[in-house]
């Protein structure tokens, strides 16, 4: 395992990190024995970073919206804090439906709040999440009293850096330039489908900020399980995912692979979050990620996904 420096930060980072959505049952029934089996597994294969958010979770998974940021807790509360990073997010309360709470208290209970579910006393990061949702009517007050409340619990020292995360290229080419933030996170913006985080990197490093890229799979979509109930996918999507899929079983390759190692590929991505809450999966996904990358077979991938490069799925507008 690989491991880099986050932006002007002093976090010394894993380049593949444990997104601990799944082990909140996001994307299937997550079996709490199983997750915390899988997040100690991670630790022991060399990932030192973890990050999950008080929404990743469903109403019929074990504990609520909240249960990715318990079941996460129980995992890490006998390793010692001091070798790992651990990330989470504050103003969005749940994920299905999404409501979301920027304002300056409900950021700070936020941020009380998981600080208990997850069994320590300070934070390495945390993000505002999702702030371009319902078509951006909470960005003016998580730019203002989101982040006021985040610079006050640094100040504080219950959280060591912070910053946003999202999936807006629009409102993160505006944000990057015009707020002090330590780290952005980004979702699926460099993947086999997409790889608009290009154009945001050099925005990004003038400003010293660290980087997070998120969803490798294109958030379920370039998997062979296929994309979750959430995912607003249209029929062409799911048919060109469909020959893609077939191409891939023809030649005998995993396009879970191709995906995490195209991923992995830019030396300028610290680090890489991607979920899973099996055992079985985490030690596939970081065999892979020791491979050398099948670039041939990539670009035979890429071609044949062209006609999704770049879409914008909007995530946030499935409770219009």
Known sequence: MRYNTLGNT??????????????????????KNEALKTVHLAFDRGINYFDTSPAYGRMNSAYGPITSEIVLG????????????????AGKISSLPPELNFSYHAIINSVESSLERLQTDYLDIVFLHDIEYDKGRHLDMALNEGLEALRDMKKAGKIRFFGVS??????????????????VLVHNH??????????????????GMGLVSASPFASGLLTNQGPPDWYPTSKKDLCIMDKTLNFCKENNVHIEKLAIQYALGNPEIPTTLFSCNQQYHLNQNVDWSEEPADNVMIENLCTLLEPLRNKDFDFGAYND
């Open 74 to 89: 129980s995992a890490l509360k006998d390793m010692k804090r001091s070798e790992f990073v651990l990330s989470t997010k």
């Open 166 to 183: 999202c999936y807006s290229i629009e409102v993160l080419n505006n944000v990057i330039p015009n707020y002090d933030l330590d780290v």
């Open 10 to 31: 002093t976090i010394s980072i894993s380049e593949l990190g444990f997104g601990a959505s799944a082990i909140g049952g996001m994307f299937n029934r997550a079996e």
């Open 190 to 207: 460099y993947t086999l489908i997409n790889n608009q985080l290009l154009e945001l990197i050099p925005k990004i490093k003038e400003k």
